[in-house]
């Protein structure tokens, strides 16, 4: 039977997250081994020339489930009829921006963006925002695409929730398949909280297993959260194929499903559960099944990990409400 491809716009695809996802995706792994995919590549004017390289060397790969590329400027062009949107450029913070100019930068980025998946996308569609400030950025887009579900915006939060699984299972001595249910929750930042408490090792509880407070505070936590400024500073530029990888990830687990007795960890609107402020975009521990997500209810928050939470979303709150004085949500 031949499948309809599933139209996947990736915007930034001239910049190096997107030159280590394109590839990833046409060879099937972001859907599917069986899922034929038409790219359409969202760039600035001065990023279509190195985007059209890009779409020469996806051409030269003759991957079979790639149906075809299409390279704009125009975001009403790109997300026409997009399924799945991945949206990773976005603008970085240089030399002397404070935080608001930079949330003002981002959100005449994806402001309309979001209009325009409001206006041209399928009904289907699914959004990952990876561009910084990934969570806050995929408010302003949500709020400018009224007419779509709001659950279908999400943030990447997936690479932090991998950066977590790696350290433990090094800390532990398990292979990274034996650890489950970890959750990352909060913001895509440095007050980010990699949660271990409910987490597995070997079917055992992590904690215990760990069973030593001063690693997790000054050890397992600020590696976690502050592994992408580590990565900067040893590579002289932001994370890329781990951050590909993570995305591609994040869809294939929405998509496909999370497996039997496990979670995973993605940036949503939040509905109020565990105390975050119903709207925000926030990471949460999630299981998939057929193309939704939903909650992990009922976990048991101590107070170690209450004040942790607390912290990363009242930065939240205070990033929500910063582009709500700009006009942009
Ligand atoms: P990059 O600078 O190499 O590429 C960004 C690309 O986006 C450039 O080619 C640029 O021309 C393009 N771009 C800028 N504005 C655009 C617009 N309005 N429409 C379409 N394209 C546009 O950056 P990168 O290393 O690929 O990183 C991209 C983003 O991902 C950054 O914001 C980075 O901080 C973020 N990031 C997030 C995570 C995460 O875990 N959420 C991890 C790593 C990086
Ligand atoms: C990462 O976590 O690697 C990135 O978000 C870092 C960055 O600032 O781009």
């Not at 930079?102 to 699914?126: S, T, V």
């Not at 398990?174 to 990352?184: E, F, G, M, W, Y």
Request: proline share 5%; hydrophobic share 45%; aromatic share 6%.
């Amino acid at each position: 039977m031949t499948r309809t491809p599933v139209n996947v716009t990736v915007t930034g695809a001239a910049g190096q997250i997107g030159y280590a996802l394109l590839f990833r995706i046409a060879s099937g792994q972001l859907l599917g081994a069986d899922v034929p995919v038409k790219l359409r590549l969202l760039e600035i004017p001065q990023g279509l020339k190195a985007a059209e390289g890009t779409a020469m060397e996806l051409d030269d790969c003759a991957f079979p489930l790639l149906r075809g590329i299409d390279i704009t400027d125009d975001p009403n062009v790109a997300f026409a009829g997009a399924n799945v949107a991945l949206l990773v450029g976005a603008r970085p913070r240089t030399k002397g921006m404070e935080r608001g100019d930079l949330l003002e930068a981002n959100g005449g980025i994806f402001k309309p963006q979001g209009k325009a998946i409001n206006d041209h996308a399928a009904d289907d569609i699914k959004v990952l925002v990876v561009g910084n400030p990934a969570n806050t950025n995929a408010l302003i887009a949500q709020a400018a695409a009224p007419d779509v579900p709001a659950e279908r915006f999400t943030a990447m939060t997936r690479l932090d929730h991998n950066r977590a699984i790696s350290q433990l299972a090094k800390k532990t001595g398990a292979s990274v398949s034996d650890i489950k249910r970890l959750t990352i929750w909060g913001n895509h930042s440095a007050t980010q909280y990699p949660d271990i408490f409910h987490a597995e090792v070997a079917g055992k509880n992590a904690a215990e297993i760990v069973n030593d407070e001063a690693w997790l505070a000054d050890s397992f936590i600020p590696t976690v959260a502050k592994r992408g400024a580590a990565i900067i500073e040893a590579r002289g530029a932001s994370s890329a194929a781990s951050a590909a990888n993570a995305a591609i990830d994040h869809v294939h687990t929405w998509v496909n499903g999370t497996a039997e007795g496990d979670w995973t960890s993605m940036g949503i609107p939040s509905d109020g559960s565990y105390g975050v402020p119903e709207g925000l975009i926030s990471s949460f521990p999630v299981t998939c099944k057929d193309g939704k997500y939903e909650i992990v209810q009922g976990l048991e928050i101590n107070e170690f990990s209450r004040g942790r939470i607390d912290a990363s979303v009242q930065e939240l709150v205070e990033e929500r409400d910063a582009v709500r004085g700009l006009g942009l949500i």
